[in-house]
């Protein structure tokens, strides 16, 4: 069982940024980030393996955001600059699971609670 609680979300304008927090409990090796927009399927943005640090990114926001985790502190974190309004959307953290969604090479099927983002032009 992996528990996980965001942080961070919030508005902000184009153009700007946000760091989103993830504190994850229990045992995993991929996590990552997850995004729904209203009306849209929700869909897969990063990944990070936790013992291998290697990462794996949505096209839509390579080189825009950075996710990276701090494994004392068991904390994943996703740094998203030049944010566009069509990054809006609740995010959410993930952990894996087998069986679950596939992203990245990974199953996930730990879900947080997932936290807002709105941008705006």
């Known amino acids: 069982q992996v528990q996980l609680v965001e942080s961070g979300g919030g508005s902000v304008q184009a153009g700007g940024s946000l760091r989103l927090s993830c504190v994850a409990s229990?045992?995993?090796?991929?996590i990552g980030w997850f995004r729904q927009a209203p009306g849209k399927e929700r869909e897969g943005v990063a990944r990070?393996?936790?013992?291998?640090?290697?990462?794996y990114y949505a096209d839509s926001v390579k080189g825009r955001f950075t996710i990276s985790q701090d494994n004392a502190k068991n904390t994943m974190y996703l740094q998203m600059s030049s944010l566009k309004p069509e990054d809006s959307a609740m995010y959410y953290c993930?952990?894996?699971?087998?069986?679950?969604?596939?992203?990245?090479?990974?199953?996930?099927?730990?879900w947080g609670q997932g936290t807002q983002v709105t941008v705006s032009s």
């Open positions: 993930a952990a894996q699971k087998y069986g679950g969604r596939r992203y990245g090479g990974c199953e996930f099927g730990y």
């Open positions: 229990g045992y995993y090796n991929c």
């Open positions: 990070i393996l936790r013992f291998s640090g290697n990462t």
